[in-house]
């Protein structure tokens, strides 16, 4: 597909939350003239980008939707239209819950509420994929028995809150996105910890097999059945082990993933701006649908990097859509870079000690993975004001 020249005017764009995604994103769209404001938690160092036109910092996620209100929806609002993209799970929350108000004054992506509403919930993801013929893992209850759920799924099981970001607002210090149990005791000690919090999970089986097993697909669908794009990327580490975010990541072509996304998203009748994360199981291969995220990602730079101008490709066809034009059709797709990195040094070094404590790397193995051309989620020569906010911030700390 043709990259057309920015057009002289354009809506400014508002990103709400997340953390380098939003940056990415911000960067790729003021490169062609778009205005960009950022709605992220005070100190983020990804405020300091000089791709913003403006930001808006939100005191914490609890009060973010109040800002992101006042924002949009205010009387005295400071933007009077935009386009609006949500880029963590708070925002999509949000944009979910005001979808039919903003709408009136905003130009939103083409997810629907009913799917934005769907995908943030593990349970109902669960429940729409079902059917499909996409693999699903094996789930139960949060109040299951404990032994009933051992004995089909041993060695070990995970307590994935349906809501992650409300699981992050209480434990998520550190990276940290769901429990772990190997037994009765950790599982009912996971359960009471949930409970205690008012902090809503289910219980899966883990895929067995390293973190390398997991594979992310990405694609923008103007209409159900056809996308712009498709992208895949490989994980190839997390910090922490089995259940981070990923410190290490490679873009591939993926043929068997980009199949069951096609499957998934088909079924479901989804259009907007599609993630998708699968792990194939080491017993036989085949892939398993874990999550799925309509927005933006932490990953986005990646994206850009490797060949995909993924925000400006939603941007053109969002506006050419409110003029009244005709959706682009999908082919022929966007190429892109295989093989390009994606690496966050500070905490894949902690990877690196945890692995090491494990017995399952080496310093060496740890080296040679780093081989072949990195980028960085934040640094870039031409805008190095968001590392030297995070440097300058790791120091004061």
Same mark, same amino acid.
């Given at each position: 597909?043709?990259?057309?020249?920015?057009?002289?005017?354009?809506?400014?764009?508002?990103?709400?939350?997340?953390?380098?995604?939003?940056?990415?994103?911000?960067?790729?769209?003021?490169?062609?003239?778009?205005?960009?404001?950022?709605?992220?938690?005070?100190?983020?160092?990804?405020?300091?980008?000089?791709?913003?036109?403006?930001?808006?910092?939100?005191?914490?996620?609890?009060?973010?939707?109040?800002?992101?209100?006042? !924002?949009?929806? %205010?009387?005295?609002?400071? $933007?009077? &239209?935009?386009?609006?993209?949500?880029? /963590?799970? =708070?925002? #999509?929350?949000?944009?979910?819950?005001?979808?039919?108000?903003?709408?009136?004054?905003?130009?939103?992506?083409?997810?629907?509420?009913?799917?934005?509403?769907?995908?943030?919930?593990?349970?109902?993801?669960?429940? !729409?994929?079902? %059917?499909?013929?996409?693999? $699903?893992? &094996?789930?139960?209850?949060?109040?299951? /028995?404990? =032994?009933? #759920?051992?004995?089909?799924?041993?060695?070990?099981?995970?307590?994935?809150?349906?809501?992650?970001?409300?699981?992050?607002?209480?434990?998520?210090?550190?990276?940290?996105?769901?429990?772990?149990?190997?037994?009765?005791?950790?599982?009912?000690?996971?359960?009471?910890?949930? &409970?205690?919090?008012?902090?809503?999970?289910?219980?899966?089986?883990?895929?067995?097999?390293?973190?390398?097993?997991?594979?992310?697909?990405?694609?923008?669908?103007?209409?159900?059945?056809?996308?712009?794009?498709?992208?895949?990327?490989?994980?190839?580490?997390?910090?922490?082990?089995?259940?981070?975010?990923?410190?290490?990541?490679?873009?591939?072509?993926?043929?068997?993933?980009?199949?069951?996304?096609?499957?998934?998203?088909?079924?479901?009748?989804?259009?907007?701006?599609?993630?998708?994360?699968?792990?194939?199981?080491?017993?036989?291969?085949?892939?398993?649908?874990?999550?799925?995220?309509?927005?933006?990602?932490?990953?986005?730079?990646?994206?850009?990097?490797?060949?995909?101008?993924?925000?400006?490709?939603?941007?053109?066809?969002?506006?050419?859509?409110?003029?009244?034009?005709?959706?682009?059709?999908?082919?022929?797709?966007?190429?892109?870079?295989?093989?390009?990195?994606?690496?966050?040094?500070?905490?894949?070094?902690?990877?690196?000690?945890?692995?090491?404590?494990?017995?399952?790397?080496?310093?060496?193995?740890?080296?040679?993975?780093?081989?072949?051309?990195?980028?960085?989620?934040?640094?870039?020569?031409?805008?190095?004001?968001?590392?030297?906010?995070?440097?300058?911030?790791?120091?004061?700390?």
């Amino acid at each position: 597909m043709a990259i057309r020249p920015a057009t002289p005017a354009h809506l400014p764009v508002l990103l709400l939350g997340g953390s380098s995604g939003p940056l990415a994103v911000a960067r790729e769209l003021h490169a062609h003239g778009v205005p960009v404001h950022l709605s992220l938690q005070a100190g983020r160092p990804e405020m300091s980008t000089k791709s913003a036109a403006a930001t808006h910092p939100f005191p914490s996620r609890d009060g973010a939707p109040e800002v992101w209100r006042r !924002l949009l929806l %205010g009387d005295d609002r400071v $933007l009077q &239209r935009a386009v609006v993209f949500p880029c /963590d799970d =708070d925002a #999509v929350e949000f944009v979910a819950g005001a979808h039919a108000e903003l709408r009136r004054h905003h130009l939103l992506d083409r997810t629907s509420p009913e799917h934005l509403d769907a995908f943030l919930d593990k349970g109902k993801t669960a429940a !729409l994929a079902a %059917g499909t013929g996409v693999r $699903l893992p &094996r789930t139960w209850p949060l109040d299951a /028995d404990a =032994d009933e #759920v051992f004995q089909h799924a041993p060695p070990a099981v995970l307590l994935k809150p349906i809501h992650s970001h409300r699981f992050q607002r209480e434990f998520g210090k550190g990276g940290q996105k769901l429990f772990i149990a190997h037994d009765r005791a950790e599982f009912e000690a996971a359960r009471a910890r949930l &409970r205690g919090a008012d902090v809503d999970a289910i219980v899966t089986e883990i895929i067995p097999g390293p973190d390398s097993l997991s594979t992310t697909y990405y694609a923008y669908r103007p209409r159900s059945g056809e996308s712009l794009f498709e992208f895949t990327k490989q994980v190839l580490r997390r910090f922490p082990k089995n259940q981070g975010p990923g410190t290490l990541h490679v873009t591939t072509i993926d043929e068997e993933i980009n199949r069951a996304s096609r499957t998934l998203l088909d079924a479901v009748g989804f259009a907007g701006y599609a993630n998708i994360e699968f792990k194939r199981d080491e017993r036989d291969g085949l892939p398993t649908l874990i999550e799925v995220n309509p927005r933006f990602t932490a990953s986005q730079e990646l994206l850009t990097r490797a060949g995909i101008p993924a925000a400006w490709i939603v941007y053109r066809s969002l506006m050419a859509a409110d003029r009244g034009e005709e959706p682009e059709r999908s082919a022929p797709l966007v190429p892109y870079r295989t093989g390009l990195k994606l690496w966050d040094p500070v905490r894949d070094l902690r990877a690196l000690g945890e692995l090491r404590g494990l017995g399952e790397t080496s310093v060496l193995s740890w080296i040679r993975s780093l081989a072949g051309d990195r980028v960085l989620p934040l640094f870039r020569w031409s805008d190095p004001r968001p590392s030297v906010s995070k440097l300058r911030g790791r120091i004061q700390r």
